[in-house]
């Protein structure tokens, strides 16, 4: 599956912060700063520990539509990291990756 590698922050001064913490395998909704629409995309962290607000991570994200957009996304991008309406978090592209199963 293809994707990308990214530095995300999981907010603490957002409304509702993801407070229960988030492990590898989450599947939040990406918003990128050029799409009207949001797309589901599968975390996958190095560790096997769980995330909390506050936390800076890197992360291979995992897009089951990216023949959809991928070939508008940049190295560079920021996206925000939502669960629908519910901003969690911010993130920005450091690398496009063809095989985004590896970590």
């Not at 957002?14 to 700063?33: A, L, M, R």
């Not at 589901?40 to 991570?57: F, L, M, N, W």
Request: charged share 25%; glycine share 8%.
């Amino acid at each position: 599956m293809q994707g990308i590698r990214a530095t995300i922050h999981f907010d603490c001064d957002v409304e509702h912060p993801k407070t229960t913490g988030v492990t590898d395998g989450y599947q939040p909704h990406h918003k990128f700063e050029w799409a009207d629409f949001l797309t589901s995309g599968i975390h996958h962290y190095k560790d096997q520990r769980r995330h909390y607000a506050g936390e800076t991570v890197d992360a291979v994200i995992e897009f089951p539509f990216w023949s959809h957009f991928g070939d508008q996304v940049s190295v560079g991008d920021h996206f925000e990291i939502r669960e629908a309406s519910r901003l969690v978090g911010h993130g920005v592209v450091n690398e496009i990756m063809f095989d985004a199963t590896v970590m």
